[in-house]
């Protein structure tokens, strides 16, 4: 049984910074593909940036340059370092995993997921 837990949203002012981070369990973290998508009331879960096995990196072009995704295996935990933060980056941030090599900026076809941490950027 695969778990995924998201932590370190919370509340921050416009330019500051902050860091989510992504523990999972139930299978070695290291062939893991890491995902993080967001997602505001009333529209569908967005791809923020991914992270593959290999360390390959995928970013969405508003994120680029101001969040890096990364790992750390021995820790099985993954990172979202987001800077420069703005309003519209307001939402609930979701931890994706899985297995696959073959897995996308779609939401749909990422197969574990953690509960989601509201990340909050005030004007």
């Known amino acids: 049984q695969v778990q995924v837990i998201e932590s370190g949203g919370g509340v921050v002012q416009a330019g500051g910074s902050l860091r989510l981070s992504c523990a999972a369990s139930g299978r070695p973290f290291s062939e893991f593909a890491i995902g993080w998508f967001r997602q505001v009331p009333g529209k569908e879960r967005e791809f923020v940036a991914s992270i593959m096995p290999s360390s390959n990196t995928d970013y969405e072009d508003s994120v680029k340059g101001r969040f890096t995704i990364s790992r750390d295996n021995a820790k099985n935990t993954g990172y979202l370092q987001m800077n420069s933060l703005n309003p519209e980056d307001t939402a609930v941030y979701y931890c994706?995993?899985?297995?696959?090599?073959?897995?996308?900026?779609?939401?749909?076809?990422?197969?574990?997921w953690g509960q989601g941490t509201q990340v909050t950027v005030s004007s």
């Open positions: 994706a995993v899985d297995r696959s090599r073959f897995v996308n900026r779609n939401s749909h076809v990422w197969d574990y």
